[in-house]
């Protein structure tokens, strides 16, 4: 069995993002997505281009340019994808997060 490569906050932002928009996944939504899901004004689009770029290394995500469209000048768009290493990665980032909140719970209560 692989070994299994734990995910950084910010990537597990960016991989939600993705699989959240669906085919609307691509750099300047991810970004927008990533900025509501932190509740603030976090990282700037390069560092999402440069995660994106850093998860599809890893075989997380996947892209593919879109038709070019005449609002874009022409330019088609790179859209972004989920893998399913990176729904597996996810899926165990979302466990261990949930174990953190349930043995947190009795000393701090509810952490929302």
């Known amino acids: 069995m692989p070994r299994s490569e734990s995910l950084g906050q910010f990537e597990q932002l960016v991989l939600t ?3 959240t ?9 991810i970004h927008k997505k990533v900025q509501e899901l932190a509740l603030s004004k976090t990282g700037t689009l390069g560092a999402i281009y440069v995660t994106l770029d850093r998860l599809e290394d890893k075989g997380y995500v996947s892209s593919s340019l879109s038709e070019p469209t005449p609002e874009r000048g022409g330019r088609a768009k790179r859209c ?10 996810l899926k165990q980032s979302i ?3 949930r174990r953190i909140a349930r043995s947190i719970e009795p000393v701090w209560g509810d952490p929302t």
């Open 17 to 19: 993002a993705v699989v």
């Open 21 to 29: 928009l669906g085919e609307d996944a691509y750099g300047v939504t």
């Open 80 to 89: 972004y994808r989920i893998e399913g290493a990176g729904e597996r990665a």
């Open 95 to 97: 466990a261990t997060a």
